[in-house]
Every structure is written in structure tokens, then in C-alpha cells.
């Protein structure tokens, strides 16, 4: 009798629990990072501590429903994850491949020992609504991408040069640094450019991030590596699409280590010192060395006489120009400038502007890369050949 009167208890306990159980939110619907042709993250976040994990299912005629998809978990070590921010990692998948997702969220709201309590879940929609979609890299006959940069969480100027880039018939976007002035928060991150990307694109097409001088700032830049995860682990990676090689580089700060603006908790040179090594490996992976177009995006120039931009100089563009680099995309300074190639740099640098994009087209006959105002008028352009 006592195991019975026990027993309701406990049912009952549960049920006012549930009762008063506040419902999980999807604060940020999900958005894609670290994309190639064969994996991807997934990253979205929750009002409340939850596991996560991703449906999966091909892009053919059948309905999300049709029948129960492959889960796969945001988990590490053998454990599903519990957190707000959710990061699902998808492996094994085909090349130049289009896939449907559906996110979902199950709050966990106590975990003693070996046991766990779990709340309500939450997911994106796909009953109302097509599910979202992302292709993965692959073997394109042309290259398509919109670059913006520098836009200090002015959310109405991404909005429009991102128009201006056509970002309809772009294959991804590239945010070359500086889209905070620093970073304090979550909600800054957000609010100052995220909830515009992922309004406009983020969630089924890929972006790819070098991170500015000036994400480096604030009390939360030390999270941002969880926001925007690579298929390196690290900041600096390399990605293959279609005929072209990219290698994304970290540039770190501007100015010495020692800098009073930094109060000590800085250590850029020795972290440009290890990039440094892995990039002379990075210039010789088949991705990039047999490609025939090498592209480098970095958001300082290796050129304007400050600490930083001295480093990469002499860091990072001797094996580069070793490795046929044909072209590196910029920003930093907040205006226009094409540095064509010199003795110590054997490639072009567009420097783009705070308040311009960069449109790249690439085919088999040559690469194009427009800069457009927001007035959508061609400022200058630089174009490029094959290399094979």
C-alpha cells in the first residue's frame, strides 16, 4: 500500500511539474556553418537548457512526414549535449548534394545521478511550411559568392548590400570581419547581424566567416568560436567548390600584443606564429594546390604599416606567394583600394569598402570580382584567369 500511495504521489508530483513547466523556445532559428562535400554544422539556440538534434531527410518528392527520418544529436564524448546554444555536426553525406532539415530542442529540466527529467520539446516547422535546405560543396561548373564586410552592426546596410550582391544566385555569402563593433553578448551577436543573415539566408545557405580585429574584443569574443564552427576546429580552415580553392586566414589584431587597449589579454603573434604553419601545409592540399582558382580571404591586408598587418606580410604572404595565390579579399580599413602584385606580394588585394560589396563570379574561362555601391553601380572590378 505504501509503494502504491508512493507511486500516485510521484504521478502526481509530475503532473502539477508539467503543468506549471514553462514552454521551450527556439530563440534563433538554425543556420549553416563549416559546410564542404561531405559534412556540415548546424547551430541554433534555445530560451532554456535542452538536448538537440536534426532530422534529415533527401530532397525528393516526399513529404518531411512521409516517415520517420534519421536522427542525428549534438553530443560529445559519448554524451547528448545540454545547453541553450545547439551545434549538430552531419557527416558522410554526397557532394553537390541538396538535403532537407527539420531542428528540434527537448528541455531537460533536472539531472540527478542517472536520472534525467525531460520537459516539452520544440522544433522548426515543416508542416505548414517547406522544410529548410541546404546543398552541400561540390563539383560546380562555376563559382557564384557575395562578400560584405566591416558593418559594425549596421543592420540596415547588410540588408541592402546584400541585395546589391545578388544573393539569390549566390552559392554562399563570406563576412570578412568586423560585423560587431565588439562583442559583449549573445543578444549583441544577434542583434548587431546574425537575425539579418538568418532572415535572409543563413539557414539554408552557407556562410563562411574570417574573423575581424574586432570580434576579437569584448567579454564574449572568447565564446565566438562556438558560434561559428569550422571544419578545422580552428578560425582558419580551406574549403573546395567547383573549380576553386579557398583558404580563410585569421588575422587576429591590429596592433602589438602589449597595446594598452587590449589590457594583457592578448596573444596574437604567437597565434599568427601557428597559423603560420598549418597555412604552408594548407597551400600544398590537393583542395588548393590543384584548383584552378586560389583564393585567400583575410580581413586585414597584408599592406597599411600598423603591427597586425605587418605580421601577415611577413607571416603568412611568403607562402602564399610560394603556394600561387592568386588573389586576396579584404577589408579593415573602410574604404576601396586594389593593391595589384609587387615584388614582396605576387598576387592582387581588393581591400573592400565598409559601405560596398564584393560580387565573385567564377567559370572556366575567368574569374570576375566586381564592387558594387548600394546603389548597385560598379565601382571597379578585377578579373582573373584559370590557372589550368
Keep these: 500500500m505504501k509503494t502504491l500511495h508512493l507511486m500516485i ?30 559534412s556540415v554544422s548546424i547551430v541554433w539556440t534555445t530560451d532554456l537548457p535542452a538536448t538537440g538534434w536534426v532530422e534529415l531527410a533527401p530532397e525528393d518528392s516526399s513529404h518531411f512526414y512521409f516517415k520517420e527520418r534519421p536522427k542525428y544529436f549534438a553530443s560529445a564524448y559519448g554524451f547528448k549535449k545540454v545547453g541553450t546554444l545547439h551545434q549538430v555536426n552531419l ?19 533536472k539531472h540527478e545521478g542517472v536520472n534525467v527529467q525531460y520537459g516539452k520539446v520544440v522544433a522548426s516547422n515543416v508542416y505548414r511550411q517547406a522544410p529548410l535546405s541546404f546543398q552541400t560543396l561540390g563539383n560546380a561548373a562555376s563559382t ?16 541592402k548590400l546584400l541585395d546589391v550582391g545578388d544573393l539569390k544566385t549566390s552559392d554562399f555569402v563570406v563576412f570578412n570581419g568586423d560585423m560587431v563593433n565588439n562583442l559583449l553578448s549573445e543578444k549583441q551577436l544577434y542583434d548587431g547581424f546574425m537575425d539579418t543573415a538568418i532572415k535572409r539566408f543563413a539557414s ?41 580553392g579557398f583558404i580563410v586566414l585569421d588575422c587576429g589584431e591590429d596592433k ?7 589590457s594583457g589579454i592578448v596573444e596574437m603573434d604567437n597565434y599568427r606564429t601557428e597559423q603560420a604553419a598549418w597555412l604552408a601545409q594548407a597551400v600544398e592540399d590537393p583542395s588548393f594546390k590543384d584548383a584552378k582558382y586560389k583564393i585567400v580571404i583575410c580581413h586585414m591586408p597584408p599592406f597599411g604599416g600598423w603591427h597586425g598587418e605587418q605580421e ?45 560589396v564584393l560580387r565573385v563570379d567564377l567559370n572556366n574561362e575567368k574569374g570576375t570580382f566586381k564592387i558594387l555601391d548600394q546603389q548597385g553601380k ?8 584559370p590557372l589550368n
Aim: proline share 6%.
Design 204 to 244: 539554408e545557405k552557407p556562410m563562411f566567416y574570417s574573423r575581424g580585429n574586432h570580434e576579437t574584443r569584448g567579454p564574449f569574443a572568447t565564446e565566438y568560436p562556438k558560434y561559428f564552427p569550422t571544419p578545422t576546429g580552428k578560425l582558419y580552415y580551406q574549403f573546395r567548390h567547383g573549380n576553386t
Design 91 to 109: 557527416n558522410n553525406l554526397k557532394p553537390g548534394t541538396r538535403y532537407r532539415y527539420r531542428v528540434y530542442s527537448q528541455q531537460v529540466l
Design 312 to 356: 601577415i606580410l611577413e607571416k603568412f604572404v611568403p607562402i602564399l606567394n610560394k603556394g600561387g595565390a592568386q588573389i586576396m579579399l579584404s577589408g579593415h580599413l573602410h574604404k576601396h583600394i586594389i593593391q595589384n602584385a609587387t615584388n614582396s606580394t605576387h598576387f592582387p588585394i581588393i581591400v573592400n569598402s565598409n559601405n560596398n
Design 378 to 385: 560598379v565601382v571597379d572590378q578585377v578579373v582573373i584567369n
Design 9 to 38: 504521489a510521484l504521478l502526481l508530483f509530475n503532473s502539477l511539474l508539467a503543468i506549471g513547466q514553462e514552454d521551450i523556445k527556439i530563440t534563433h532559428l538554425p543556420f549553416i556553418q563549416g559546410l564542404t562535400e561531405h
Design 144 to 159: 557564384h559568392f557575395t562578400v560584405v564586410n566591416d558593418i559594425h552592426e549596421r543592420n540596415e546596410v547588410l540588408d
Design 256 to 262: 602589438p600584443d602589449t597595446d594598452i587597449e587590449y
